[in-house]
């Protein structure tokens, strides 16, 4: 799989049969309509729009990119077509290895990319040709970017950041960027303001569905997700330099709009409807506008759509996947011992319900892991519930991890709360969105160490032997 960009990935998801094309869906609700009963089906092809109202007939928009195992495959260059448990077996130690890697990965600059096909600037620009739905039925207008990738970079180190950043287009020629505090972007804008009195900012629209994956997840700080994309296709990511903001963007994204934040120039954003399942913001919500100063785009331009809402949704299973191998390797990396799986669930948007599996080694080993598991940066971000199991407990199965909960934890002294943890505007319990923090519970729900020898035997056969009886009877379990 030697693609480079989103229609080399389209080609790729085609072959396997996980491609359906729905022409003529209205922008109103009805892309975003037919893209959540989508993610409530058994089977999930990507869906590309095209013939959509309003818009130029060249204009298209594809959602649920990387919503099954074979097309995150793709998009992580895994030859084959896993199931899920194939996938994540695939990438257990993964994460560590793009890390250490990533340094030989630094973005090669080139001349020239699809993404100059068509530029604009100052007066000629109009986003208005790019697909920008109502995505949901309370939403306060429409997001043109939701599996958009925001490019930002420090500028004490010019290392570039890739971030998951909603934004509501406003008019012709303007978008809203919200970012919330302790996200790299927001970091490097402020740095910029403090600076510079602005920041430059892009947003790809489209481009490799690696790169709005990697967008949405806590890649380590200090590493650019250009060179973490780098170490995972094995070789360097093409970009070009801005000759208005300086900045390095994708040579062969669809399009990618350039500008400057100003501390000072603001817009209202929201309501939008989210991945923790409910509306965050409101009419009144000012946030940073970016004014389009220049303007990009290939031939016939296909934008990501990327749409949160109650999970399952657009980018909920990727997040499980991903965050589930990442925070494996970070308590791993850690010092913890003897981790044999780590599942951050889809029904918590891949953040807020984490379980991790271990093999007790000595009295304090699970509460260790719960804590680590709660607050490495990977984790951190929006938690709300971490539970430690035995290693003969499945953590992506929640029947398993449930019954080890009913039986293993005394709720009077195996579960601890943590306070003023790292929060977002996106929670609904918040009150205050000025200090967006939160509260964390960790259940420790392995059999108490001091028990381990006499605590009562499971009534239950062993997995090898269930295996064996379903070999020898397959009548039985024809289904």
């Known amino acids: 799989m030697s693609y480079k960009d989103l229609r080399g ?6 072959k396997i049969g996980q491609l359906q094309c729905v022409s003529g869906a209205h922008w109103k609700f009805e892309i975003g309509g037919i893209s959540e009963a989508n993610y409530q089906r058994h089977k999930q092809p990507a869906l590309l729009f095209d013939h959509v109202p309003d818009y130029p007939v060249s204009s298209r928009i594809i959602t649920g990119t990387n919503r099954t195992s074979q097309r995150m495959a793709i998009s992580l260059r895994i030859p ?26 630094n973005p090669l600059v080139v001349d020239k990319g699809e993404v ?12 208005n040709c790019f697909v920008a739905p109502l995505w949901h039925e309370h939403d306060g207008g429409r997001f043109l970017g939701t599996g958009s990738a925001v490019i930002t970079c420090d500028p004490e180190t010019g290392v570039h950041n890739l971030g998951a950043y909603r934004c509501m287009h406003i008019d012709d020629q303007s978008v809203t960027v919200q970012i919330i505090p302790g996200k790299h972007g927001r970091n490097h804008y402020e740095k910029w303001f403090e600076r510079e009195g602005r920041a430059p900012m892009a947003i790809s629209l489209g481009h490799d569905p690696l790169l709005s994956m990697l967008a949405g997840l806590e890649v380590p700080l200090g590493i650019s997700e250009y060179n973490y994309a780098g170490a995972i296709i094995g070789e ?7 000759e208005l903001t300086g900045l390095m963007i994708p040579a062969h994204s669809e399009a990618v709009l350039e500008g400057w934040l100003y501390p000072d120039v603001k817009a209202n954003e929201g309501a939008f409807g989210e991945w923790t399942g409910y509306y965050s913001g409101s009419s009144s919500n000012l946030v940073p506008l970016l004014k389009v100063k220049l303007m990009r785009h290939r031939n016939n331009p296909i934008v990501i759509g990327s749409p949160p809402n109650k999970p399952p949704h657009d980018f909920s299973y990727y997040r499980t996947v991903m965050k589930s191998a990442m925070i494996r390797d970070a308590l791993t990396k850690s010092g913890i011992p003897d981790v ?6 889809e029904s918590g948007g891949g953040r807020q319900f984490v379980v991790v599996s271990i093999k007790q080694r000595y009295c304090g080993h699970s509460r260790m892991a719960g804590y680590m598991a709660a607050q490495c940066y990977t984790a951190a971000y929006m938690g709300r519930y971490v539970v430690v199991v ?16 009913c039986t293993r934890s005394d709720p009077a002294i195996d579960i ?25 519970a960790l259940i420790d729900a392995c059999i108490p160490f001091e028990r381990l020898q006499t605590f009562p035997r499971v009534a239950a056969s062993a997995p090898s ?14 289904d």
Request: with cysteine.
């Open 9 to 14: 990935w389209l080609q790729e998801v085609e």
């Open 80 to 105: 084959g077509q896993p199931d899920n448990m194939g996938l994540v077996k695939h990438l257990v130690g993964k994460p560590s290895k793009w890390e250490k890697d990533s340094v030989n990965y």
């Open 116 to 127: 100059n096909e068509n530029v604009h600037t100052d007066e000629d620009v109009n986003i």
């Open 236 to 242: 360097p990511v093409e970009v070009i330099k801005s």
């Open 340 to 345: 044999k799986g780590v599942w951050a669930h």
């Open 390 to 405: 035995d290693d003969d407990i499945d953590p992506s199965c929640l029947d398993q991890v449930i019954w080890a909960m």
């Open 416 to 440: 601890d709360i943590m306070r003023k943890t790292w929060g977002s505007v996106a929670d609904p319990l918040l009150v205050n969105r000025e200090v967006p923090y939160n509260t964390r």
């Open 465 to 478: 032997y269930l295996e064996d009886i379903r070999r020898k009877w397959p009548q039985v379990f024809c």
